[in-house]
């Protein structure tokens, strides 16, 4: 298993394969019944220069299983798993593991000492699969929503939160 930068010229291919990524993490999310807002967050959670959310493709040799981006944060000497999708087809074969390995050999030669990701509450599935990686829970992040014209409390933290 090995990691390649996604070539720019790939970003059509690339971009269905976010939407469906996001259509399985977040199905009520209000970004992907709006084209214009779900063009904006891709160029917004995905970068084509620089080292931070830079994609990469999970590789099997040629043939593609996933995708995995990363930001850095040199001065804490960690980095953040930001996006992590191993293709349907291709999962409960071990390639989600062989990923993690191949992105701690990335960071390897690097200063980063700590790897970060956050997983949403209704995935009890990754869950259990970060935590089979030896990923812990370091911290809980709380989230309330307002209604911007209201100012009345909405309850819940996810899009599955909302009909």
């Not at 590789?59 to 593609?64: A, K, M």
């Amino acid at each position: 298993m090995h990691l390649q930068v996604v070539d720019p010229a790939e970003i059509d291919y690339f971009r269905q394969l976010v939407a469906a990524y996001w259509r399985e993490l977040m199905p009520k999310a209000v970004v992907l019944s709006d084209p214009a807002r779900q063009e904006r967050y891709f160029h917004e959670v995905f970068a084509w220069s620089g080292e931070s959310r830079l994609p990469r493709w999970a590789l099997d040799g040629e043939r593609r299983v996933g995708f995995v981006s990363l930001s850095f944060d040199r001065l804490h000497q960690s980095a953040t798993i930001d996006d992590f999708y191993i293709l349907p087809g291709e999962r409960r074969k071990g390639y989600g593991t062989q990923v993690v390995e191949a992105v701690f050999a990335l960071l390897a030669h690097t200063d980063i000492e700590a790897g970060e990701l956050n997983v949403r509450r209704d995935n009890p599935a990754a869950l259990a699969f970060w935590e089979a990686q030896g990923f812990r829970i370091a911290h809980y992040r709380l989230r309330q929503y307002r209604d911007p014209h209201s100012g009345e409390r909405l309850i819940g933290a996810l899009s599955s939160d909302f009909a």
